[in-house]
């Protein structure tokens, strides 16, 4: 009986200094997790503020970091179509407290159309989620002969190399979009580069220029207002201030709309803990009903991926812009 007693108190000595052993290594993370966040967390941006995609990030932001009980600072930091901002938050620890929040471009573009591209966001950089995806657009002068894709295709096929469309730069993902339409229906049209959607928008309503691929909440105003048509929606989802409009994809065949979201990312080497708390962070805010209203009312939709998704994204994303640029004779620059 002694000798089972004995027995039995070294196995549960065993246990307990196992156990021990265990939360030795396990509790430093998950008491970093739990106190997380301990200060202000720093927000870098691509976005010009008041811009769009300025906006939008504020608007989610506000209540995670009033979940999170402490404040988000939005960092503005434009440049070299988000390379100035992806690089920043690259080099910053992974300690939670510098996030990333930018469009595709740097992730899914780049790649292609730079010669020189040491900047690798797949290995410098923790995708969390995605936002938001904005309603993207087609929309014409008043004067164009077309009230949706079927009738602009056969518009553009009708004079070839004539009809002019204008779009935020080359390498943009209004550009790969008019792009791929082009490729798919057998069109010749004429890409305008312009610096700002809103200059192109202003010179589609002047009849400047009588084509545009745009964000639909800028462009809903005009429209509304008669001064311009909404030929098409760009992604697969019907935009509600515009139930009539149709999708590219329902004319045209095998069309798949390039990316548009917003997303949010962490240096490299993020904790997985950390990932997933951000993550649901952001998760209960995109399902906030005042934040989707207000979403709504700019012409954005709210758009969450989980980190493994969203990597998944990106990938694909990178295949899909690839074969359009090689196709489209997009040529890389320094």
Not at 47 to 64: C, K, N, Q, T, Y
Not at 141 to 152: D, F, G, Q
Not at 219 to 231: D, Q, S
Not at 245 to 260: D, L, N, R, Y
Request: aromatic letters at 6%.
């Amino acid at each position: 009986m002694k000798s089972e007693n004995k027995s039995n108190r070294c196995a549960i000595k065993r246990t307990l200094l196992c156990a021990a052993a265990a939360a030795m290594l396990v509790s430093p993370m998950s008491a970093f997790a739990q106190a997380y966040p301990a200060r202000a967390i720093r927000l870098v941006t691509e976005f010009i503020g008041g811009s769009g995609g300025d906006a939008l990030l504020r608007l989610v932001m506000e209540p995670v970091g009033e979940s999170m009980g402490q404040p988000i600072i939005v960092d503005s930091r434009p440049g070299a179509g988000g390379l100035v901002a992806g690089e920043l938050v690259a080099r910053a620890d992974p300690d939670g407290y510098t996030w990333l929040g930018g469009a595709p471009n740097i992730h899914t573009v780049r790649p292609w159309v730079t010669r020189t591209n040491p900047f690798d966001t797949q290995k410098q950089l923790t995708p969390i989620t995605t936002v938001a995806e904005p309603y993207l657009a087609v929309i014409a002068h008043t004067s164009v002969p077309a009230r949706n894709m079927k009738e602009l295709i056969e518009h553009a096929r009708r004079n070839p190399g004539k009809v002019a469309f204008a779009t935020s730069g080359i390498g943009s993902t209004f550009h790969l979009d008019a792009e791929l339409i082009q490729m798919l229906a057998g069109i010749k049209m004429v890409h305008v580069p312009y610096k700002a959607l809103q200059q192109a928008i202003g010179d589609v309503v002047s009849g400047v220029i009588p084509v545009s691929f745009t964000l639909a909440g800028q462009a809903k105003g005009f429209v509304n207002a008669g001064k311009l048509k909404a030929i098409a929606i760009v992604g697969e989802e019907r935009y509600s201030e515009w139930p009539g409009v149709a999708p590219i994809s329902e004319t045209v065949k095998g069309f798949e709309a390039p990316a548009a979201w917003t997303g949010l990312f962490g240096p490299a080497k993020l904790p997985r803990a950390l990932v997933l708390r951000i993550y649901k962070e952001i998760t209960i805010s995109l399902a906030n009903p005042a934040v989707k209203g207000k979403l709504s009312a700019i012409g954005i939709q709210p758009r969450g991926m989980t980190p493994e998704a969203f990597a998944a994204n990106i990938k694909s994303q990178q295949a899909l812009i690839g074969k359009i640029v090689k196709s489209a004779g997009i040529k890389p620059v320094d």
